[in-house]
């Protein structure tokens, strides 16, 4: 199936501080229904407002974190997409606190097949297919060895192979 036709008619909420971003989502997506929100207050408002079928948040500028905590808190599949933000530190905690991906934006023009990823697996984790797309990119971005450096991304990885293991199975 694809992409377009898996996410026709789709309600996505993008929140980003930057205009230029909220324009190019909504041009990209252009098959969903889009609401935008450029702070804190407006996209907590849709949060708490609307269901969506995935929440793209930026982490810088508009307190992306607590409104991945409150879109994780309504069962909304949120996808962290950002920027400056491209750091170990802040894809452990977006796995914490609940994202089902993280997109830097240089990867922008890929979004419609990430979140196709989101919507064939039904809103859970996509994290297996994301490293398998964007491995490169988080090693030369980390350094080779970076999911073995740390604790909690060995264990996630040990995580993600289980899961994995259990599916095929």
């Known amino acids: 199936m694809k992409e377009d036709e898996l996410l026709k008619n789709k309600h996505i909420l993008v929140v980003d501080?930057?205009?230029?971003?909220l324009e190019y989502v909504g041009e990209e997506l252009h098959m969903c229904l889009v609401d935008k929100a450029s702070d804190y207050e407006t996209?907590?408002?849709?949060?708490?407002?609307y269901t969506y079928d995935i929440v793209i948040l930026d982490i810088m500028g508009v307190n992306g974190?607590?409104?991945?905590?409150?879109?994780?808190?309504?069962?909304?599949?949120?996808?962290?997409?950002?920027?400056h933000a491209f750091t170990q530190d802040a894809l452990e905690k977006s796995i914490k606190l609940g994202a089902v991906s993280f997109l830097p934006k240089d990867k922008m023009p890929e979004l419609r097949s990430f979140l196709a990823d989101v919507v064939l697996e039904g809103g859970r984790t996509v994290w297996r297919k994301l490293f398998d797309k964007l491995g490169g990119l988080f090693a030369e971005r980390f350094g080779?060895?970076?999911?073995?450096?740390?604790?909690?991304?060995?264990?996630?990885e040990e995580e993600l192979k289980k899961k994995q293991k259990q599916q095929l199975a």
């Open 43 to 49: 996209a907590l408002e849709y949060i708490q407002s």
């Open 144 to 156: 080779p060895d970076w999911k073995e450096r740390e604790k909690f991304f060995r264990d996630f």
């Open 17 to 21: 501080d930057e205009e230029d971003v």
């Open 65 to 83: 974190f607590k409104l991945l905590e409150m879109s994780v808190g309504k069962g909304f599949p949120t996808v962290m997409l950002t920027a």
